[in-house]
């Protein structure tokens, strides 16, 4: 997939990473729209995440992963239907992989998962966020949690970190250009937590999408989740290429 320094931006680039995703044409003032009370940052609700599909690993394969130098991953749902492929990558490199992936979780939860196996389990020395789509309805609250995550883990394990690009094509132009501010903002909240710890590296998604417009729609089918096989063999080729790197 290339170099990764290669997709490294600066500040204006990371929040301008996913601009092309917005809606095509201009939105006035009318039709973006104010946030409300109810939703301060113009996403919408979370909803229920605890009902949906989740992808959790046996104790056995969460204790061979820590025993042999692979790699725990806590993801959403972009995860829980690219883990499968993303494990055979890993494999075909001699890497095994334990997931916690839980589909519309945001990145609180996804850390109590994280604090809860390195309590019972202990951890290998890498670790796979690939968490953030979900706060976007919420993103103050998500420097804390990367913070959060690397006291968990300390400072002798690596994080690979996988930024976020969304903006849903089914909902509103004023609720895309909000996805997208706060996927952003999100984005932001982890190039200043690359700055502030050594062992974090990040995944740059958002940027490799927006490298070349065409991929937005060549890699997501919806604004958020990848196309089988182009999107899924893209993103996990990152992933696969940082954690190789890590």
Same mark, same amino acid.
């Given at each position: 997939?290339?170099?990764?320094?290669?997709?490294?931006?600066?500040?204006?680039?990371?929040?301008?990473?996913?601009?092309?995703?917005?809606?095509?044409?201009?939105?006035?003032?009318?039709?973006?729209?104010?946030?409300?009370?109810?939703?301060?940052?113009?996403? %919408?609700?979370?909803?229920?995440?605890?009902? @949906? =599909? $989740?992808? !959790? +690993?046996? &104790?056995?394969?969460?204790?061979?992963? /820590?025993?042999?130098?692979?790699?725990?991953?806590?993801?959403?749902?972009?995860?829980?239907?690219? %883990?499968?492929?993303?494990?055979?990558?890993? @494999? =075909? $490199?001699? !890497? +095994?992989? &334990?997931?916690?992936?839980?589909?519309? /979780?945001?990145?609180?939860?996804?850390?109590?998962?994280?604090?809860?196996?390195?309590?019972?389990? %202990?951890?290998?020395?890498?670790?796979?966020?690939?968490?953030?789509?979900?706060?976007?309805?919420?993103?103050?609250?998500?420097?804390?949690?990367?913070?959060?995550?690397?006291?968990?883990?300390?400072?002798?394990?690596?994080?690979?970190?996988?930024?976020?690009?969304?903006?849903?094509?089914?909902?509103?132009?004023?609720?895309?250009?909000?996805?997208?501010?706060?996927?952003?903002?999100?984005?932001?909240?982890?190039?200043?937590?690359?700055?502030?710890?050594?062992?974090?590296?990040?995944?740059?998604?958002?940027?490799?999408?927006?490298?070349?417009?065409?991929?937005?729609?060549?890699?997501?089918?919806?604004?958020?989740?990848?196309?089988?096989?182009?999107?899924?063999?893209?993103?996990?080729?990152?992933?696969?290429?940082?954690?190789?790197?890590?």
């Amino acid at each position: 997939m290339g170099n990764l320094s290669a997709l490294k931006p600066n500040r204006r680039q990371l929040l301008m990473a996913g601009a092309a995703a917005a809606v095509a044409g201009a939105v006035t003032a009318e039709t973006a729209g104010t946030a409300s009370a109810a939703d301060p940052y113009g996403s %919408g609700d979370l909803g229920d995440w605890t009902i @949906l =599909s $989740r992808s !959790i +690993s046996t &104790a056995a394969t969460i204790t061979y992963v /820590r025993d042999h130098d692979g790699v725990c991953m806590f993801g959403d749902s972009i995860a829980v239907q690219d %883990g499968k492929a993303l494990a055979s990558k890993l @494999l =075909s $490199r001699g !890497i +095994s992989l &334990a997931v916690h992936n839980w589909s519309g /979780r945001p990145t609180t939860p996804a850390v109590d998962a994280l604090e809860n196996w390195a309590i019972k389990y %202990g951890l290998p020395r890498r670790i796979l966020m690939a968490t953030g789509t979900n706060d976007i309805f919420n993103p103050p609250v998500f420097a804390a949690q990367i913070d959060r995550t690397m006291r968990i883990v300390g400072s002798n394990r690596k994080v690979v970190w996988v930024n976020t690009q969304i903006s849903r094509t089914a909902k509103s132009a004023a609720i895309q250009v909000a996805d997208q501010r706060n996927s952003a903002w999100i984005n932001s909240q982890i190039h200043d937590a690359e700055k502030k710890y050594p062992n974090l590296d990040i995944v740059r998604w958002a940027e490799y999408l927006a490298a070349k417009p065409a991929r937005l729609t060549q890699l997501l089918r919806e604004g958020v989740h990848t196309t089988v096989p182009a999107g899924q063999d893209a993103r996990n080729d990152l992933m696969v290429q940082a954690l190789i790197s890590a």
